[in-house]
Every structure is written in C-alpha cells, then in structure tokens.
C-alpha cells in the first residue's frame, strides 16, 4: 500500500507561481512513477505531468510545458509540481497518483492505483 499527501496548494494571481508538495509512504517510493493530475468542476480529471524512477523520464500534457515542471526526492519520498506562469484556466484540484514500475503510455486516470486527497489551486485574473 502506498499512501500520498499533498500540499502547497493556494489562491494566486495570474503569472504567480506555486509549488505543490506530494509525500508517499512506503518503502520502494524510488521504483514508482509519479504524476500529477487535475480536475476543474464539471470537467474529468486531465493528466498534467509525470515521472519516472530517473530524472529524465518526464512528460507533460501541452497545456503546461515550459511552465510546470515535476522533480522528485527519493530520499524524501517526495514529489513536487513547480508552476509558474501560472493562468486562470489552471485552476483544479490537483491530485498525485504512484503506480509500481514505469511506462510510456500512463497518462490515463485508470493507469494509476493510489491516489492523493488533491489539494485545490485557484489562479484569479
């Protein structure tokens, strides 16, 4: 079982930055990819970043790339979500997701098995 916690959400305004926090129990954290996603009201939860076990296997929607960047911490069991230039039409619940292992192609919500509690991001105009 993994269990994730995720911080650092918060109400900013247009072109601010924020950076999320998302803590994972669990002993093999370093073997998992992460990702984050997200959910607006009314609308189905979209992938925004992921990463794998290395620092080089990261992807991102379209929307995001050269704003949002996702690192990790294996020695903290801790992922992070950098968003800068931050627009109103960011604005969702943000949720980390894990899975064992690590593939290409995981950028659907039903691809991940453990999931965070989402921590809610608001950008104004």
């Known amino acids: 079982q993994v269990q994730l916690v995720e911080s650092g959400g918060g109400l900013v305004q247009a072109g601010g930055s924020l950076r999320l926090s998302c803590v994972a129990s669990g002993r093999t954290f370093s073997t998992y990819t992460m990702a984050w996603f997200r959910q607006a009201p009314g609308k189905e939860r979209e992938f925004v970043a992921r990463i794998g076990w290395s620092v080089g296997s990261t992807y991102y929607t379209d929307s995001v790339k050269g704003r949002f960047t996702i690192s990790r911490d294996n020695a903290k069991n801790t992922v992070y979500l950098q968003m800068n230039s931050l627009k109103p039409e960011d604005t969702a619940a943000y949720y980390c997701?894990?899975?064992?292992?690590?593939?290409?192609?995981?950028?659907?919500?039903?691809?991940?098995?453990?999931w965070g509690q989402g921590t809610q991001v608001t950008v104004s105009s």
């Open positions: 997701a894990a899975r064992n292992g690590y593939s290409r192609t995981w950028t659907g919500p039903d691809e991940y098995d453990y």
